[in-house]
């Protein structure tokens, strides 16, 4: 299957910009290559990279250090990166490296592209993430597992699917009504955004229970006795799944709360109209005047007594172990006097394993869900205040998701 290069570059998640007619992501350390034409191909979930070269040509291993160093560059951001292969024509003429220029690579990648040099090293500082292979799939899912462009699939993903799908319909309609209902009233009716919000409840204890998802959740009386103190709170929980989003709302219940998000997710079919009607916050995490807005937001919210929950982790672990915590939850609850909420969340990441469209197995006497006593943000400061949350969610998790 052939792809134009803007298509590979949405599907890959990337971040890139046009250098000389050449896609690249962005990286201030990667020199600007020439080049007439590039795109991608995809070929046993490899894009490979091909460049009719202008001259004067350079040697492919050489081309080779510098698309790496992109690809491991565009990784830096938690999103997937799918491994790139690099080959270089010029002419019609095979630029294939030899043994010869491999041996001379080091020296000449010092001597000739200091940037290269630094971009490569820097590489083995990150984490390359690579796609599972099909019989890793299969051995997740079953014998009747099938892998597709955007995720694989069994018998039980997509009965999980069709179900969310059919269910979401009447979800989509009913957000796109309480906007039409919002921008009609200039925002005067139902100001904190409380109908969506229980629509989207409703959609996902629907689609939860329909399918046998529902996780197991612990300590339930302690959110029934902080729920009677009529505070707002901001919820917290470690992720590693898709599944991490209805379980967390599970566990809050009926109650008005706002999920801080990428803003990615706002192109999401049905999920993005719910999350804008829902009044959640979507941050981009490239930009800091939106960060900056983000917690401003926020703040406002937790005053005004409307719950948050967000996953301080930034993104999903792709083994089920807890990741390093950013600080923006909180530096926001630390801001708004709020409570934090530790949630952990057992086992999402084998319910929903990264690599697959949907649920792949019911959740049911496998997923888990722990909350834990409110950690109070006043008199501590932000960083005592971050590490005993770290610490109340580690102590909830089984051995295989401590973090190392």
Not at 94 to 120: D, F, G, I, V
Not at 164 to 173: E, N, R
Not at 221 to 232: A, G, H, T, W
Request: aromatic content about 8%; charged content about 20%.
């Amino acid at each position: 299957m052939r792809l134009t290069g803007a298509t590979a570059v949405l599907l890959a998640g990337w971040n890139f910009s046009a250098i000389d007619g050449l896609v690249l992501p962005n990286n201030n350390n990667i020199n600007k290559i020439p080049a007439t034409r590039s795109y991608l191909t995809s070929k046993t979930h490899n894009p490979v990279v091909s460049i009719r070269r202008r001259q004067p040509s350079i040697p492919s291993w050489k081309a080779s250090a510098l698309f790496s160093s992109a690809a491991a560059a565009a990784s830096s951001g938690g999103e997937e990166v799918v491994p790139i292969a690099t080959t270089t024509t010029s002419n019609n003429h095979n630029m294939s490296a030899t043994s010869t220029e491999m041996e001379q690579m080091p020296k000449q990648l010092q001597e000739e592209e200091p940037t290269a040099t630094t971009t490569t090293k820097s590489m083995t500082n990150v984490t390359t993430k690579k796609k599972k292979t099909y019989q890793e799939l299969r051995a997740e899912g079953g014998t009747f597992t099938f892998n597709t462009p955007i995720g694989a699939l069994n018998p039980f993903a997509l009965y999980y699917g069709i179900t969310s799908i059919v269910l979401g319909i009447p979800w989509f309609i009913s957000c796109k009504l309480c906007q039409l209902l919002y921008f009609i009233t200039g925002n005067r009716f139902d100001k904190k955004r409380r109908i969506p919000v229980f629509l989207s409840h409703v959609w996902g204890v629907t689609l939860m229970r329909l399918t046998r998802c529902y996780p197991t959740i612990k300590n339930l009386d302690i959110l029934q006795d902080f729920y009677k103190e009529n505070r707002p709170a901001m919820f917290v929980a470690n992720h590693c799944s898709w599944m991490d989003i209805p379980f967390l709302g599970a566990s809050i219940g009926w109650r008005n709360y706002k999920l801080i998000s990428k803003k990615e997710l706002g192109v999401v079919p049905i999920l993005g109209t719910a999350i804008r009607a829902g009044g959640h916050i979507m941050v981009d995490r490239t930009d800091r005047r939106s960060q900056l807005a983000t917690l401003k937001q926020g703040i406002n919210y937790l005053k005004d007594g409307v719950h948050l929950c967000t996953f301080p982790e930034g993104t999903r672990s792709r083994n089920g172990r807890m990741l390093k915590f950013k600080n923006g939850a909180f530096k926001m609850a630390y801001k708004a006097g709020a409570p934090i909420i530790p949630i952990s969340i057992i086992n999402s990441h084998k319910v929903m394993p990264t690599g697959w469209m949907m649920a792949m197995r019911p959740a049911h006497g496998l997923a888990e869900v722990v909350v834990h006593e409110p950690v109070e943000s006043e008199g501590k400061t932000e960083e005592e205040l971050a590490q005993a949350v770290r610490q109340s969610m580690i102590s909830g998790l089984p051995e295989d998701q401590v973090p190392l």
